[in-house]
């Protein structure tokens, strides 16, 4: 049977893993972005996926500074223990189910 702490360990793994690639995707993007039509891309696509890896990054990067603070896995809003299921759907929450709802984000 697998402990919580090995789940926790294996989430804290692959937001690491989900940090590398989300950094060399921006890093990639940033350099198509000079050019997007000789890359393949449309300047505003380029833009989209730029925004949307930026923002992944920002959200894997919080989840990882909870993580080194020992509050990875307690809702911001109630402090409550998110379920450690819904940690493995979604590594980067922040708020348990009911708390989410409330804060529509």
């Known amino acids: 049977m697998i402990t ?15 940090f590398e690639q989300q950094t060399d995707e921006l890093t990639r993007l940033t350099a198509y972005s000079d050019d997007p039509e000789r890359n393949g891309y449309d300047r505003h696509g380029i833009v989209a996926r730029i925004a949307a890896t930026r923002q992944t990054l920002a959200e894997t990067t919080e989840a990882l500074r909870r993580i080194a603070e020992g509050t990875y896995g307690r809702c911001e809003r109630c402090q409550t223990e998110i379920p450690v299921e819904r940690l493995e ?16 984000s």
Do not use: F, M, N, T
């Open 4 to 18: 919580d702490q090995e789940r926790y360990s294996a989430l804290r793994q692959a937001l690491e893993e989900q």
């Open 89 to 104: 759907i979604r590594p980067h929450a922040r708020y348990c189910v009911p708390c989410q709802k409330i804060s529509g």
